[in-house]
């Protein structure tokens, strides 16, 4: 594949990224419209629930220039009748002669059938092309296609000795504004935020998104509390669930959750991490000490009782927020899904 069929899959990730908060439980798709002659004839993003997938705002745009196009694309195009038509028909019936996606789509009604059509009618489908970013990028969708549960993401902000609360219990504020705000973009990003019965009761947070960069959020995520919260908390109305916490993964991945935001309190994030059910872990470090052995902890419960049996994870990036860190860190169990090194392809399919 050529450095332009590069540059155009790079602004079709770059159209999906745009409406990231926006399509749940539908995946984030970009897609991009190229003519013979390397010119670009129509760009398209997923619209909200129900409403048109990538490429048929894309083919919208382009009209007749579609004919002989090739057309980029970050998902496998949909071959069934969904809430809307398959776009692997509107895609033959543009006349484009090639469709380049980077990843397949798990989605039970698709898993290559999208590509099986297209070749079927005479189009050219060349896969794989920046896959890896692809999958980084759609990670909650595939992975609750792929399992049936949500990509589990643990948050938490500490002191840079690892303290969530002082010893008298309060909290606000360790990180600074730009933090904050970071946590909230987490949030609208998610399609359900978790805490602890106990942090209802200490905390009584709210969960809501209140700052997705300056514009009003599209939705709020659904509210769950572990145990049971009381009528007047503010986190009401919440859906409230116990027992195992397997199970209560596979209730919101029932509920189409394609991203879980764990936010705490020390029992709830010892349990998730412990059963080993986090897939991405957020942390906002603060410059700050309390300075003794007396504030709350992030984990509450028993840790590895050696230093051989340290859990260590893979470090996936570090930023600057203002005056604090925000530290990325993924299990280092394979990759989901897994990428075959010889094609760069989505191996799971
Ligand atoms: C695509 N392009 O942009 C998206 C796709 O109910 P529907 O009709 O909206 O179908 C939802 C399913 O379509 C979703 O689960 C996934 O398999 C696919 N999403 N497909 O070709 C897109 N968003
Ligand atoms: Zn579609």
Redesign the pocket.
């Known amino acids: 594949m050529s450095r332009a069929d590069e540059r155009h899959m790079a602004r079709a990730i770059e159209i999906a990224q745009s409406v990231r908060t926006r399509?749940s439980?539908?995946?984030?798709?970009?897609?991009v419209v190229v003519d013979s002659a390397g010119a670009v004839v129509g760009e398209?993003?997923?619209?909200p629930?129900?409403?048109?997938?990538?490429?048929?705002?894309a083919l919208g745009l382009a009209g007749d220039a579609a004919r002989g196009a090739t057309v980029y694309?970050?998902?496998?195009?949909?071959?069934?009748?969904?809430?809307?038509?398959?776009?692997?028909e509107a895609l033959i019936r543009a006349g484009v002669t090639r469709v380049v996606a980077a990843v397949g789509?798990?989605?039970e009604?698709?898993t290559g059938a999208?590509f099986v059509a297209l070749e079927a009618a005479g189009v050219t489908v060349s896969r794989g092309l920046l896959a890896a970013a692809v999958s980084d990028q759609l990670r909650p969708?595939l992975v609750h296609?792929s399992t049936g549960r949500p990509y589990v993401v643990l948050k938490l902000a500490t002191t840079l000795d690892g303290r969530t609360a002082a010893a008298d219990g309060s909290s606000r504020w360790i990180t600074g504004p730009e933090a904050r705000r970071d946590v909230h973009r987490l949030r609208a990003e998610s399609d359900a935020v978790l805490v602890g019965a106990g942090t209802v009761r200490h905390d009584d947070p709210e969960l809501t998104v209140r700052d997705d960069g300056g514009s009003e959020p599209s939705r709020q995520p659904l509210r769950v509390v572990l145990g049971h919260a009381p009528k007047s908390a503010r986190v009401q109305p919440a859906l409230e669930l116990g027992g195992d916490l397997g199970a209560v993964l596979d209730e919101l991945g029932r509920r189409d959750v394609l991203q879980l935001l764990v936010e705490g309190g020390a029992h709830v994030a010892h349990g998730f991490h412990a059963q080993g059910l986090v897939d991405r872990y957020v942390w906002y470090l603060a410059p700050a000490f309390l300075g003794g052995d007396d504030g709350q902890p992030v984990f509450a419960g028993p840790g590895a009782a050696t230093m051989a049996d340290a859990w260590r994870g893979r470090l996936v990036s570090v930023c600057r927020l203002g005056g604090d860190l925000r530290i990325d860190v993924e299990p280092d169990r394979v990759h989901f899904p897994p990428i075959s090194a010889a094609s760069g392809e989505n191996a799971a399919l």
């Open positions: 399509t439980p539908n995946p984030w798709v970009g897609c398209g993003a997923t619209a629930p129900g409403g048109p997938h990538a490429e048929i705002g694309v970050t998902l496998e195009p949909c071959s069934h009748q969904g809430r809307t038509p398959p776009c692997t789509d798990p989605d009604r698709v999208g969708y296609r």
